[in-house]
Antibody
Framework: QVQLQQWGAGLLKPSETLSLTCAVY????????WSWIRQPPGKGLEWIGE???????NYNPSLKSRVTISVDTSKNQFSLKLSSVTAADTAVYYC??????????????????????WGKGTTVTVSS | QSVLTQPPSVSAAPGQKVTISCSGS????????VSWYQQLPGTAPKLLIY???KRPSGIPDRFSGSKSGTSATLGITGLQTGDEADYYC?????????????FGGGTKLTVL
């Protein structure tokens, strides 16, 4: 049973850098993309970005200029850094595993994706 | 403003059926498979449906998913009070400029 355990600073001042780490236990680290998602208070989910074991990344275009996601395969961990935070970055931050699978449709392979394992979330508050 | 559009709320009585819609475009739902997530109050989201209509092990068959064109639908039958939660659709957006994952804005289900 794969589990994701996440941690990081919960209180930041404006302009500081948010830093969170997520560790993967009980399963393979390669073969998946590892994502960060956030949820502002009372609002919906926002995908931040993802990384695979090789270090290949995809980022939300709206956050790309401030986001860095990195990976440490020796520890089966991946990390999020979000620079120049403001009150708008106050949210619960989740890490999650994104699966890539395929299905055959009339002899042609189609890929599909979903997030099947989630961390419990880390509350990050930005306040002066 | 979310890329995928969901109704903010739906409600129904215990035992009844409810559907939640998720509307997108050709760059996301129209050309990719949809997944659905259930978020109970104060908890992390949980995978409910993947590949448009498949249920992970442990998810009861009261939950179903479908997709047509650029829209997807989550159905829940035999509603229980424990189904009260927020529900999110999600899919890959194959935008040429920046492929990325997108979620709907979420739908709050109230079981009256």
């Amino acid at each position: 049973q794969v589990q994701l355990q996440q941690w990081g600073a919960g209180l930041l001042k404006p302009s500081e850098t948010l830093s969170l780490t997520c560790a993967v236990y009980g399963g393979s680290f390669s073969g998946y993309y590892w994502s960060w998602i956030r949820q502002p208070p009372g609002k919906g989910l926002e995908w931040i970005g993802e990384i695979n074991h090789s270090g290949s990344t995809n980022y939300n275009p709206s956050l790309k200029s401030r986001v860095t996601i990195s990976v440490d395969t020796s520890k089966n961990q991946f990390s999020l850094k979000l620079s120049s935070v403001t009150a708008a970055d106050t949210a619960v931050y989740y890490c999650a595993r994104r699966v890539k699978a395929s299905t055959m449709v009339q002899g042609v392979p189609y890929y599909y994706y979903y997030m099947d394992v989630w961390g419990k979330g880390t509350t990050v508050t930005v306040s002066s | 403003q979310s890329v995928l559009t969901q109704p903010p709320s739906v409600s129904a009585a215990p035992g009844q059926k409810v559907t939640i819609s998720c509307s997108g475009s050709s760059s996301n739902i129209g050309n990719n498979y949809v997944s659905w997530y259930q978020q109970l109050p104060g908890t992390a989201p949980k995978l409910l449906i993947y590949e448009n209509n498949k249920r992970p092990s442990g998810i009861p068959d009261r939950f179903s998913g479908s997709k047509s064109g650029t829209s997807a639908t989550l159905g829940i039958t035999g509603l229980q009070t424990g189904d009260e939660a927020d529900y999110y659709c999600g899919t890959w957006d194959s935008s040429l400029s920046a492929p990325n994952w997108v979620f709907g804005g979420g739908t709050k289900l109230t079981v009256l």
